[in-house]
């Protein structure tokens, strides 16, 4: 069963920027597609941002512009930029292929304060 650790969330006020890791315990990025999901508070889990074995990248409205998605295969890890962050994206943030297929780790937690 892969594994899934997610790090580098905080706390950030509103314009600021971190950056997430998300590493594997298999090289699972490499040949499937990568994605970052997040969980706002009181809310269902909703995908953030894909990156194809392309190259290619995918977000959701919400975030383009703001959040850049990319990998490091031989670290098997993804990582989420996440700049000019705003209050709306206070959530526990998870990576996972697209679609997803293994089990998810315990997310990373971003708090953004106006």
């Known amino acids: 069963q892969v594994q899934l650790v997610e790090s580098g969330g905080g706390l950030v006020h509103s314009g600021e920027s971190l950056r997430l890791s998300c590493t594997a315990s298999?090289?699972?990025?490499?040949?499937?597609?990568a994605g970052w999901y997040r969980r706002p508070p009181g809310k269902e889990r909703e995908w953030v941002a894909s990156l194809f074995t392309t190259g290619d990248t995918g977000y959701t409205d919400a975030v383009k512009g703001r959040f850049t998605i990319s990998k490091d295969n031989a670290k098997r890890t993804v990582y989420l930029q996440m700049n000019s962050l705003k209050t709306e994206d206070t959530a526990i943030y998870y990576c996972?292929?697209?679609?997803?297929?293994?089990?998810w780790g315990q997310g990373t937690l971003v708090t953004v304060s106006s």
């Open positions: 996972n292929t697209v679609p997803v297929f293994h089990t």
């Open positions: 298999e090289s699972i990025f490499g040949s499937s597609i």
